[in-house]
């Protein structure tokens, strides 16, 4: 997805208040960043998709704490 279009997206699921959307797309961008090498932008994007995740009680989350932990961004939780 192009960054133009994610960026349309995210404030689309933020103004729907979609929290398995919103997860999917930081997920999303965090992967475009953690492939482009920016580890501090990805680990941006997936702190906000595991947050999101933590709030609508998402399988998710427990993938997430797991990719910031293993950067040193989250301590390890038993989800």
């Known amino acids: 997805m192009e960054r133009v279009d994610l960026d349309r ?7 729907d208040k979609d929290s ?4 999917r797309l930081y997920t999303l961008a965090g992967d ?3 492939a482009a090498g920016k580890i501090d932008a990805a680990c941006f994007y ?10 609508a009680g ?3 989350a427990k993938v997430l704490n797991r990719r ?8 390890p939780l038993e989800l």
Do not use: I, N, S, W
């Open 9 to 15: 997206a995210l404030l689309k699921a933020h103004e």
């Open 20 to 23: 398995a959307e919103l997860v």
């Open 32 to 34: 475009q960043a953690e």
């Open 46 to 55: 997936l702190t906000h998709a595991f947050v999101f995740a933590l709030e």
């Open 58 to 60: 998402l399988p998710e």
């Open 68 to 75: 910031l932990a293993d950067r040193g961004r989250a301590h």
